[in-house]
Antibody, heavy 122, light 107 residues
Framework: EVQLVESGGGLVQPGRSLRLSCAAS????????MHWVRQAPGKGLEWVSG????????GYADSVKGRFTISRDNAKNSLYLQMNSLRAEDTALYYC???????????????WGQGTLVTVSS | DIQMTQSPSSLSASVGDRVTITCQAS??????LNWYQQKPGKAPKLLIYDASNLETGVPSRFSGSGSGTDFTFTISSLQPEDIATYYC?????????FGPGTKVDIK
């Protein structure tokens, strides 16, 4: 059974940093691209970033480019999101999601974790 | 970035009704469009990929169609468990973008 468990969220002051983690199990992690998607309270979904199976291809939303860095450790079956220079508008539930296609990114997000909440406030 | 719009933003329908949601892209995205269902307090669930392909395990009352800029998502016979918000998502160009969502509830 595919499981994605996010951690690392919390309350942080504007301008500070936070690192999110996603522990994956139940599938061959290094075969699949992975993504972060966020949802501000009461709002819709926003794709944040995605990373290919071998970290060779990475993409970001314009709203986080230059501030957030996605990475993965295939040996640890883990996905990360380093978030720097956090802003109030980054407040959201951050989901880790698994791409459906092995060997490449097809952007069908077939499995999602339950999310970790990031609150940016002074 | 490609902008996605959805209509209506919300709807109420009776059990058994046919429900249709439309999604429009700001430019041609071919068939690079997915549909997701999000129930309150839950993570989104992929229902339809590549505009018209049903994800494994998803009931056949859900369907999708369209290509280019205009897409349609249909629930052929609304069930109580279909109460949710539905999102379209394009992946023709990065960044991936989602529509604003359509909230469906029971009349």
């Amino acid at each position: 059974e595919v499981q994605l468990v996010e951690s690392g969220g919390g309350l942080v002051q504007p301008g500070r940093s936070l690192r999110l983690s996603c522990a994956a199990s139940g599938f061959t992690f290094d075969d699949y691209a992975m993504h972060w998607v966020r949802q501000a309270p009461g709002k819709g979904l926003e794709w944040v970033s995605g990373i290919s199976w071998n970290s060779g291809s990475i993409g970001y939303a314009d709203s986080v480019k230059g501030r957030f860095t996605i990475s993965r450790d295939n040996a640890k079956n883990s996905l990360y999101l380093q978030m720097n220079s956090l802003r109030a508008e980054d407040t959201a539930l951050y989901y880790c999601a698994k791409d459906n296609c092995s060997g490449g990114s097809c952007y069908y997000l077939g499995y999602w974790g339950q999310g970790t909440l990031v609150t940016v406030s002074s | 970035d490609i902008q996605m719009t959805q209509s209506p933003s919300s709807l109420s329908a009776s059990v058994g009704d046919r429900v249709t949601i439309t999604c429009q892209a700001s430019q041609d995205i071919s068939n690079y469009l997915n549909w997701y269902q999000q129930k309150p307090g839950k993570a989104p669930k992929l229902l339809i990929y590549d505009a018209s392909n049903l994800e494994t395990g998803v009931p056949s009352r859900f369907s999708g169609s369209g290509s280019g800029t205009d897409f349609t998502f249909t629930i052929s016979s609304l069930q109580p468990e279909d109460i949710a918000t539905y999102y379209c998502q394009q992946y023709d160009n990065l960044p991936v973008t989602f529509g604003p969502g359509t909230k469906v509830d029971i009349k």
